[in-house]
Structure formats: structure tokens, C-alpha cells
């Protein structure tokens, strides 16, 4: 079972940046597509970027241009990198690992597991 956990997560400015971290628990992290989603009041949760385990990339078309995402498996750690940040997105932030290949690692149910989130909220 692999448990993840996010920080990173704060109260910005419109145009301000933050950097979101997820580490995870277990010794295969390297071997998982990572992934974060969002999911703002009342509103589904909604893919915002992942990386495959061989670090091709992959943006909704809301944040491209604005959110990078890395990896460092020395440290086990996932990070999503957001800058000019908008009201439109305050939401909580999860990030997500898949064991297996995915065609569509935007698709939330390509992901084993699931981390307890994290809140982003960006003031007008």
C-alpha cells in the first residue's frame, strides 16, 4: 500500500506562484505515473498534469504554460510547480500514483492511489 502526502498548499495572490510536494511512503515510487488533480466546491474532481515513470508529460489545457510538474525519485517526491495563479484555481489539490500504464493518465480511475489533499486558494 502506498500512502502519499501532500504540502504545499496556501492562501496566493492572483499572479503569485506556489509549489505543491507529494511524497510517497513506498520503495516502487519510481516505477509510478504520478498524477494531480483538483477538485474546487461543488465542482467534480478534474485532472491538472501527471508524469509517466519515464517522465513524459502530460497538462489539461487549463494550466499549460502556467503549472509544471517534476519528479525526483531520489526523494520519492512528486511536485507540481503553479505559476500565475488565478481565482479559478482555488480547489483541493490530490495527487495520485498508478501502478500500471495508462493510455489516458488523465482519467482519474487509471490511479491506485490517492493522497488526503491539499488547499490551494488564490484571492482576487
Known amino acids: 500500500q502506498e500512502q502519499l502526502v501532500e504540502s504545499g498548499g496556501g492562501l496566493v495572490q492572483t499572479g503569485g506562484s506556489l509549489r505543491l510536494s507529494c511524497a510517497a511512503s513506498g520503495r516502487t515510487f519510481s516505477w509510478y505515473a504520478m498524477g494531480w488533480f483538483r477538485q474546487a466546491p461543488g465542482k467534480e474532481r478534474e485532472f491538472v498534469a501527471a508524469?509517466?515513470?519515464?517522465?513524459?508529460?502530460y497538462f489539461a489545457e487549463s494550466v499549460k504554460g502556467r503549472f509544471t510538474i517534476s519528479r525526483d525519485n531520489a526523494k520519492n517526491t512528486v511536485y507540481l510547480q503553479m505559476n500565475s495563479l488565478k481565482p479559478e484555481d482555488t480547489a483541493v489539490y490530490y495527487c495520485a500514483a498508478a501502478r500500471s500504464y495508462s493510455s489516458n493518465p488523465s482519467e482519474s480511475l487509471a490511479y491506485d492511489y490517492w493522497g488526503q489533499g491539499t488547499q490551494v486558494t488564490v484571492s482576487s
Open positions: 508524469i509517466s515513470r519515464f517522465v513524459s508529460l
